[in-house]
């Protein structure tokens, strides 16, 4: 038996027909302007901050300062909270997260020179 428009069986309220399955993939990216280039964007980013922060980790390691890899090991915690908290739709605190690690592994690059 069919619901009510717009409740499923729970009550709750859904902006796509359960019948319409199939083509939400279809629909999907065409209703953000038909590019994809965010995903990618964000794939980028992710990729060579690990890289990054991994290599800031090494060094530190094979040069023996430690203050440079904790550093380097707090900035990779505070970009991991940061991502958490873009997933929760949380700017402000993705904002500072990332502020946070961007100092920590600017600190932990001045270990290394100095």
Do not use: C
């Not at 859904?14 to 964000?42: C, I, R």
């Not at 794939?43 to 550093?71: D, K, T």
């Not at 690690?101 to 001045?110: E, F, G, P, Q, R």
């Amino acid at each position: 038996m069919r619901e009510s428009l717009g409740q499923d069986e729970y009550g709750s309220t859904s902006p796509f027909d359960p019948d319409d399955l199939p083509n939400l993939n279809a629909m999907g990216p065409a209703m953000g302007g038909g590019n994809d280039f965010e995903k990618y964007a964000v794939a980028v980013i992710i990729v060579f901050g690990a890289l990054i922060i991994g290599g800031l980790m090494a060094a530190s390691m094979s040069f023996g300062h430690r203050n440079g890899f904790l550093f380097a090991l707090g900035g990779a915690t505070a970009a991991w909270i940061s991502g958490n908290a873009l997933l929760l739709d949380r700017p402000r605190i993705y904002a500072l997260f990332v502020a946070i690690a961007a100092v920590m592994l600017i600190a932990s690059t001045i270990t290394l020179v100095i």
